[in-house]
């Protein structure tokens, strides 16, 4: 929420002290309620199929289809391959949409970066006035050399001409360029530091990246996910510093030290969110409504928040002191869905809904609701914000964010023409999920018929103290009736297994959800037939099913990634106070690309490894350089891997001294074996040996040049 406008209180003070009526803010309360009623009605053929997704999700039947099951005594056993499939989407699309050692989006300048001069001149300043102090020796010795001394007026014009044709020189495309991706960059560090989670006033807001989570979790389990802003607070920077009290005792409390406007994001339920039910595309929307649910706690202190008409929210809660807020139809079914919540008792006691609305009105609309809109500009349309308690207008703002009309970013899992709310993983497997099921409780009930016989026992034979239901190993039963045959009396059937066909039923059905969704291998599964069962063949598997990943990354990148960083470029370029970070620049959203470039880089590394080995190839390849860049396509730290250049240097001579002990342990061993089989005593073999080690010490020192060593004593070179 934004706390940058009057709130409907203080324009209705400012109304009476100018002598006008106060404001009348019943009559588009009304309306925009009815707008809101309309946008829930339409989105009910929704709720009942995000319903049911839900329940596939979680592994459990609907309640008819488990009622028939109970009545009828078959398995009730839940096949949760959709479960499998959403968290494997939703882990793989994150793992490449956020990768570990880059940013998914860049700030970069225009190709022709339009800059005032003034900033020009002041992120030049130095060449500038190196420059003119050039021109202007070069003046004044022209003017030394005509014996003319210039007064300290004409001086002045002349250092003036020489900062103006000192300034021309370095002003360049090139110059531009530069200082525009200086700007560039530190503006993309404060977005990158604002998107990082933080704490507001208190309160843990999670960072982009979390949001994103829940944004494609949401995506891929009802077809859409919602992120929302940038938009606007105060953040209260506290900190607790010493005080004296009245006896001068040290008294720590809590204080502020300031007060900065910050953006902030949040990622939004679809279940809240009621769009224009005339739209078919988030571009064609005129309006999105959004539902709070909120405590008595939290709306009285959205009462005192600055923008919000505080009188009317505290009426509002003394005339409904335990709440207004009712569980609707769907939101009783999915609190049913947990039997934990069964019993629950007064769940919604001291709760209150309240609704956001972010949306084109006119002026003369938003004027009646308590917007400061000149009478001339009423004729207007504007995009606003107005919040309903109730039938109450609290809240009613244009937006003060300029280029963002309404803040909701809508990712859909795939595009859909016929309507606005797209299907989700869950949706495509329901056929697969429910032959998958229908195989499995059939395997279940065939196992268990199958597992014994089934015993056919005529009563009228038994004796009379018999009981053929204590059936168990090695029983006897009696029968009180002569001349009857033993299958007359008995019988045991046995049911045949038909595992095997349910098994190959649920392997079709398997199959076919690999082919709507991720494929099996992509979770793990290492019961791959045919090209998976080798390496070259399950890469190749892996690379046609990276196709579809891509759609999705690039889909995320032009509806979620590229607007939204758009619009904090926006966010700080209007409300940001530092101006070195401000510029002509464009959002670049790379994760498609980055997705592409990594596999490329990822099959070109080896094939450059690999001329390594060639000798003429070898002295222009800087070997260090390329294990750094291949190190990079797996997503490691290659700084805490590589050694750096004197650990390298360090390495390589603890290496040599390693062989060198090696080889002198060797020939040392050698010339004993040696001089043994010579006859040599144990004390002429020591002698050598030292002969041998002093030598060898001499070599790896550098010797003198040109003196031959001496070779021991009956060894031959």
């Avoid at 001068?248 to 039910?277: C, K, M």
């Avoid at 007359?488 to 059937?493: I, K, S």
Wanted: proline share 5%; hydrophobic share 40%; aromatic share 8%.
């Amino acid at each position: 929420m934004s706390y940058l406008s009057p709130s409907l209180e203080e324009q209705t003070e400012q109304e009476a002290r100018a002598g006008r009526p106060p404001l009348d803010t019943g009559a588009l309360a009304v309306q925009l309620r009815a707008e809101y009623d309309e946008a829930e009605r339409a989105r009910g053929m929704v709720n009942l199929r995000w319903l049911e997704d839900l329940r596939q999700y979680r592994g459990m039947y609907a309640p008819e289809v488990l009622a028939r099951l109970k009545k009828t005594k078959r398995a009730k056993v839940y096949y949760r391959m959709t479960t499998a499939k959403i968290n494997t989407m939703t882990a793989r699309l994150m793992d490449l949409l956020f990768p570990q050692r880059v940013k998914n989006w860049a700030i970069e300048p225009t190709p022709d970066p339009m800059l005032p001069d003034d900033v020009v001149m002041q992120e030049m300043q130095d060449e500038i006035s190196a420059a003119a102090e050039q021109i202007m020796g070069q003046t004044m010795q022209g003017l030394q050399a005509q014996n003319t001394v210039p007064d300290m007026w004409a001086a002045q014009n002349l250092m003036a001409e020489a900062f103006q044709q000192a300034f021309q020189q370095v002003d360049t495309t090139s110059a531009r360029v530069r200082i525009a991706k200086d700007r560039a960059t530190a503006m993309e560090r404060v977005i990158d530091d604002q998107l990082r989670e933080c704490n507001a006033n208190g309160q843990r807001r999670p960072s982009l990246q979390q949001n994103c989570r829940s944004v494609v979790k949401s995506a891929c389990l009802y077809g859409m996910g919602v992120l929302k802003g940038p938009l606007v607070e105060r953040v209260e920077t506290k900190r607790f510093a010493p005080t004296k009290d009245e006896n001068g005792n040290t008294v720590w409390s809590e204080q502020v030290f300031s007060t900065d406007l910050r953006p902030y994001h949040e990622a939004v339920s679809v279940w809240d969110i009621f769009p224009d039910p005339g739209a078919r595309l988030p571009a064609e929307l005129r309006y999105v409504w959004q539902v709070h649910m909120m405590t008595d706690k939290d709306l009285l202190e959205l009462a005192n928040f600055p923008g919000f008409n505080g009188q009317n929210v505290k009426k509002y809660i003394q005339e409904n002191p335990d709440g207004d807020a009712q569980l609707s139809a769907w939101e009783s079914q999915i609190r049913d869905l947990n039997e934990d919540n069964l019993g629950g008792g007064a769940l919604l006691k001291n709760r209150y809904r309240v609704y956001e609305r972010w949306g084109f009105l006119s002026g003369h609309e938003l004027a009646a609701a308590g917007a400061d809109i000149s009478e001339e500009q009423q004729s207007n349309v504007y995009s606003s914000n107005v919040w309903l308690l109730g039938d109450n207008i609290i809240k009613a703002m244009v937006n003060p964010l300029e280029g963002v009309d309404i803040p909701y970013f809508f990712y859909p899992y795939q595009q859909d023409d016929t309507s606005f709310w797209p299907e989700g993983i869950a949706y495509q497997l329901r056929a697969p999920q429910a032959g998958i099921n229908a195989s499995v409780r059939a395997m279940q009930d065939n196992a268990g018929a199958s597992s014994g016989p089934v015993y056919g026992i005529n009563m009228a034979y038994l004796a009379p103290d018999e009981d053929p239901l204590e059936m168990q190993a090695n029983r006897f039963f009696l029968f009180n009736k002569s001349g009857v045959n033993l299958s007359q009396a008995f019988q045991a059937v046995t049911v045949p297994s038909a595992i095997e066909h349910n098994l190959a039923l649920a392997n079709f059905w398997q199959q076919g959800a690999d082919e709507v969704s991720t494929p099996r291998f992509n979770q793990g599964d290492g019961n791959i037939a045919g090209a998976g069962k080798t390496a070259s063949g399950l890469s190749m598997l892996m690379g046609a099913a990276n196709i579809l990943l891509k759609d999705h990354i690039k889909d995320f990148d032009d509806c979620i990634v590229a607007p939204f960083i758009r619009a904090m470029f926006r966010w700080n370029m209007q409300w940001n106070p530092r101006e070195d970070i401000k510029g002509d620049f464009e959002v670049v959203a790379s994760g498609s690309q980055s997705m592409i470039a990594k596999e490329v880089r990822a099959q070109q590394v080896p094939a450059l490894i690999s001329y390594m080995g060639i000798q003429d190839f070898a002295p222009y390849i800087r070997a260090a350089k390329l294990l750094e860049v291949a190190l990079e396509q797996t997503d490691l730290p290659a700084e805490r891997i590589l050694r750096n250049e004197e650990e390298a240097k360090q390495y390589v001579e603890q290496q040599m001294r390693a062989q060198a002990k090696a080889q002198a342990q060797a020939q040392t061993e050698a010339l004993m074996e040696q001089l043994q089989r010579q006859g040599m005593t144990s004390e002429q073999i020591q002698q050598q040996v030292l002969l041998l080690l002093a030598q060898l010490a001499q070599a790896a020192s550098g010797g003198q040049a040109g003196i031959p060593a001496a070779q021991p004593e009956g060894v031959a070179v």
